[in-house]
Protein backbone atom coordinates (compact mmCIF):
# COMPACT_ATOMS: atom_id res chain seq x y z
CA UNK A 1 0.00 0.00 0.00
CA UNK A 2 1.12 3.12 -1.09
CA UNK A 3 0.91 6.77 0.91
CA UNK A 4 -0.60 9.42 -1.13
CA UNK A 5 2.28 11.67 -2.20
CA UNK A 6 2.65 15.39 -0.52
CA UNK A 7 1.21 18.32 -2.07
CA UNK A 8 3.29 20.33 -3.71
CA UNK A 9 2.92 24.16 -3.73
CA UNK A 10 2.60 24.12 -7.59
CA UNK A 11 -0.74 21.80 -7.47
CA UNK A 12 -3.94 23.47 -7.58
CA UNK A 13 -6.32 23.00 -5.22
CA UNK A 14 -10.23 23.36 -5.67
CA UNK A 15 -11.51 27.14 -3.90
CA UNK A 16 -14.45 25.68 -2.25
CA UNK A 17 -17.58 27.48 -1.27
CA UNK A 18 -16.63 27.96 2.01
CA UNK A 19 -12.86 29.73 0.99
CA UNK A 20 -14.14 31.77 -1.39
CA UNK A 21 -16.66 33.31 0.75
CA UNK A 22 -13.82 35.72 3.68
CA UNK A 23 -11.59 36.32 -0.27
CA UNK A 24 -14.99 37.62 -1.54
CA UNK A 25 -15.95 39.78 1.50
CA UNK A 26 -12.77 41.27 1.86
CA UNK A 27 -12.73 42.62 -1.76
CA UNK A 28 -15.82 43.80 -1.42
CA UNK A 29 -15.33 45.86 1.83
CA UNK A 30 -12.35 47.00 0.31
CA UNK A 31 -13.86 47.98 -2.96
CA UNK A 32 -17.21 49.59 -1.21
CA UNK A 33 -14.96 53.38 -0.50
CA UNK A 34 -14.14 53.26 -3.73
CA UNK A 35 -17.38 52.70 -5.31
CA UNK A 36 -18.64 55.61 -3.13
CA UNK A 37 -16.60 57.85 -4.56
CA UNK A 38 -16.49 57.01 -7.85
CA UNK A 39 -20.51 57.72 -7.97
CA UNK A 40 -20.46 61.00 -5.87
CA UNK A 41 -17.94 62.26 -8.33
CA UNK A 42 -20.54 61.62 -11.48
CA UNK A 43 -23.03 63.63 -12.31
CA UNK A 44 -25.65 63.97 -15.48
CA UNK A 45 -27.31 66.79 -16.98
CA UNK A 46 -30.92 65.53 -18.82
CA UNK A 47 -31.75 68.10 -21.47
CA UNK A 48 -33.67 68.75 -24.50
CA UNK A 49 -30.19 68.72 -26.46
CA UNK A 50 -29.19 65.44 -24.86
CA UNK A 51 -26.78 64.11 -21.55
CA UNK A 52 -24.17 65.69 -20.82
CA UNK A 53 -22.14 63.68 -17.90
CA UNK A 54 -19.70 66.04 -15.38
CA UNK A 55 -17.15 65.11 -13.26
CA UNK A 56 -18.05 66.97 -10.12
CA UNK A 57 -16.48 67.69 -6.66
CA UNK A 58 -18.59 67.53 -3.63
CA UNK A 59 -18.73 69.95 -0.76
CA UNK A 60 -21.01 69.40 1.90
CA UNK A 61 -19.39 70.94 4.85
CA UNK A 62 -19.95 74.71 5.51
CA UNK A 63 -15.60 75.20 5.25
CA UNK A 64 -15.50 73.34 1.79
CA UNK A 65 -18.74 75.52 0.78
CA UNK A 66 -17.14 78.92 1.89
CA UNK A 67 -13.83 78.03 -0.46
CA UNK A 68 -16.29 76.36 -3.17
CA UNK A 69 -13.69 77.04 -6.60
CA UNK A 70 -11.99 80.14 -5.49
CA UNK A 71 -8.32 80.72 -6.45
CA UNK A 72 -8.86 78.20 -9.56
CA UNK A 73 -7.21 78.97 -12.89
CA UNK A 74 -8.87 76.74 -14.96
CA UNK A 75 -11.93 74.01 -14.87
CA UNK A 76 -12.38 71.32 -17.77
CA UNK A 77 -15.77 71.70 -19.70
CA UNK A 78 -17.29 68.37 -18.50
CA UNK A 79 -16.19 69.78 -14.80
CA UNK A 80 -17.79 71.34 -11.73
CA UNK A 81 -18.22 71.37 -7.96
CA UNK A 82 -21.42 70.21 -6.57
CA UNK A 83 -22.89 72.01 -3.67
CA UNK A 84 -24.92 69.93 -1.00
CA UNK A 85 -26.74 71.94 1.65
CA UNK A 86 -28.20 69.14 3.06
CA UNK A 87 -31.46 71.06 3.67
CA UNK A 88 -33.71 73.28 1.31
CA UNK A 89 -33.47 77.02 1.58
CA UNK A 90 -32.40 79.96 -0.18
CA UNK A 91 -28.61 80.43 -0.97
CA UNK A 92 -26.91 82.74 -2.93
CA UNK A 93 -23.21 83.34 -4.08
CA UNK A 94 -20.94 85.60 -5.08
CA UNK A 95 -17.42 85.36 -7.64
CA UNK A 96 -14.83 87.26 -4.74
CA UNK A 97 -11.89 85.76 -5.36
CA UNK A 98 -12.77 83.42 -7.70
CA UNK A 99 -10.80 84.01 -11.40
CA UNK A 100 -13.05 81.85 -14.29
CA UNK A 101 -16.20 82.66 -14.97
CA UNK A 102 -18.94 80.58 -14.04
CA UNK A 103 -22.31 78.79 -14.69
CA UNK A 104 -24.53 78.63 -11.15
CA UNK A 105 -27.22 75.96 -11.57
CA UNK A 106 -29.32 76.00 -8.33
CA UNK A 107 -31.40 72.21 -8.14
CA UNK A 108 -34.18 71.51 -6.51
CA UNK A 109 -33.69 68.13 -4.39
CA UNK A 110 -35.04 65.70 -6.39
CA UNK A 111 -32.96 67.06 -9.14
CA UNK A 112 -35.33 69.39 -10.52
CA UNK A 113 -33.57 72.42 -12.03
CA UNK A 114 -34.76 75.95 -10.33
CA UNK A 115 -32.69 78.58 -12.02
CA UNK A 116 -29.86 78.91 -13.84
CA UNK A 117 -27.26 82.12 -13.29
CA UNK A 118 -25.00 81.85 -16.80
CA UNK A 119 -21.89 83.66 -16.81
CA UNK A 120 -20.73 84.90 -13.03
CA UNK A 121 -17.86 87.55 -13.31
CA UNK A 122 -15.18 86.83 -11.87
CA UNK A 123 -14.11 88.67 -8.67
CA UNK A 124 -17.39 90.18 -8.62
CA UNK A 125 -18.39 90.87 -4.80
CA UNK A 126 -22.00 90.97 -6.18
CA UNK A 127 -24.55 88.57 -4.45
CA UNK A 128 -25.91 85.64 -7.01
CA UNK A 129 -29.10 84.72 -4.94
CA UNK A 130 -31.46 81.42 -6.48
CA UNK A 131 -34.40 82.94 -5.87
CA UNK A 132 -36.09 80.22 -5.11
CA UNK A 133 -35.61 77.42 -2.07
CA UNK A 134 -32.99 74.51 -2.94
CA UNK A 135 -30.84 72.13 -1.82
CA UNK A 136 -28.25 72.30 -4.26
CA UNK A 137 -25.72 74.61 -6.33
CA UNK A 138 -23.86 73.33 -9.23
CA UNK A 139 -21.21 75.42 -10.51
CA UNK A 140 -19.44 74.76 -14.58
CA UNK A 141 -17.58 76.47 -16.65
CA UNK A 142 -19.53 80.20 -17.57
CA UNK A 143 -21.65 79.75 -20.96
CA UNK A 144 -21.15 76.11 -20.34
CA UNK A 145 -25.23 75.97 -19.44
CA UNK A 146 -26.26 77.68 -22.59
CA UNK A 147 -23.98 75.54 -25.05
CA UNK A 148 -25.94 72.14 -23.82
CA UNK A 149 -29.53 74.11 -23.66
CA UNK A 150 -30.03 74.04 -19.95
CA UNK A 151 -32.96 75.46 -18.35
CA UNK A 152 -35.30 75.31 -15.43
CA UNK A 153 -37.20 72.41 -15.56
CA UNK A 154 -34.62 69.99 -16.92
CA UNK A 155 -33.01 67.29 -14.69
CA UNK A 156 -29.86 66.62 -12.71
CA UNK A 157 -28.78 63.03 -12.53
CA UNK A 158 -26.56 62.40 -9.21
CA UNK A 159 -26.71 59.67 -6.55
CA UNK A 160 -27.26 62.15 -3.99
CA UNK A 161 -30.82 63.37 -5.31
CA UNK A 162 -34.23 62.00 -4.85
CA UNK A 163 -35.34 60.58 -8.63
CA UNK A 164 -39.29 62.29 -8.91
Sequence with gaps: MHAPAPR???EKRPLTAARRLPVLLALLISLAPL???SDD???V????AGD?????EVVDTPEKRAEGLMFRQSLAPDAGMLFDF??????SFWMRNTFIPLDMIFIAPDGTVETVHV???PQDPTSIPSGVPVQFVL????GRSTGIGLRPGDRVEHVRMKSR
Design 41 to 43: SRL
Design 8 to 10: RYS
Design 45 to 48: LHTA
Design 35 to 37: AAC
Design 139 to 142: EIPG
Design 52 to 56: YPFTV
Design 119 to 121: NAR
Design 86 to 91: KETREV
